[in-house]
């Protein structure tokens, strides 16, 4: 089983490029999830998706943000234009839903330095 | 929605002491509460979990309470060691589709 993966794992741009960020989620599971963790204010959800239908976008913190799932095993975040206070560690998660199931499994992260 | 409170945020323990971190949470209605940690610079990892229906689980040195009265659960880390030096995060779900709703996170600090 080779876990939740997520490229890049390190990226640095500058202010008003396009970040794109990937995640492929583990086989079988249902759902997926994209974090941000920062220091000042730990980790939020910013999308969930369940069967590849987004369910919780409530923490995108805004237009520039977007994501899709356009198949079971393939997920991307983007953030158009990218702004400095968009640096952070953005975590993907995947679980396989099903009546009490709910462990969330991290990939490794993607490190964004947005300059 | 759901509202986690962890404390403390940090914590100093020495080699073979214990820690306790408590979380206290606000809808009733949550039902699964994990926990995570988070080593420097990687990702959070599931450590231990507990469903409403179960007061208590054990696993070696780490174990869960939970009071569903009281609306909180800790965690207990018995004989600690400096590898578990880490960021611990509470979590809180109430099942269905609803999602997991972290704790700021705890930083656990054990001297040799």
């Known amino acids: 089983d080779a876990g939740v993966i997520q490229s890049p794992r390190h990226e640095v741009t500058e202010m008003g490029q396009e970040v794109t960020l990937r995640c492929k989620p583990i086989s079988g599971h249902n759902s997926l999830f994209w974090y941000r963790q920062t220091m000042m204010r730990g980790l939020e959800l910013l999308i969930y998706?369940?069967?590849?239908?987004?369910?919780?976008d409530s923490g995108m913190p805004e237009d520039r943000f977007s994501a899709k799932m356009p198949n079971a095993s393939f997920s991307t975040l983007k953030i158009q234009p990218s702004e400095p206070r968009d640096s952070a560690v953005y975590f993907c998660a995947s679980s396989f839903r099903l009546a009490d199931q709910e462990t969330q499994y991290f990939g490794p992260g993607t490190r964004l330095l947005v300059l | 929605g759901e509202n986690v409170e962890q404390h403390p945020s940090t914590l100093s323990v020495q080699e073979g002491d214990s820690a306790v971190i408590k979380c206290t949470y606000s809808d009733s209605a949550s039902n699964y509460f994990p926990w995570y940690k988070q080593e420097l610079g990687k990702r959070p990892q599931l450590i231990i979990d507990i469903r409403s229906n179960v007061g208590e689980k054990k696993d070696q040195r780490i174990a869960v309470t939970l009071n569903k009265t009281a609306k909180h659960f800790s965690l207990h880390i018995t004989e600690t060691q400096p590898e578990d030096s880490a960021v611990y995060f509470c979590a809180a779900s109430m099942g269905g589709y609803s999602t997991l709703t972290f704790g700021k996170g705890t930083m656990l600090l054990v001297s040799p």
């Open positions: 998706f369940n069967n590849n239908v987004p369910i919780d």
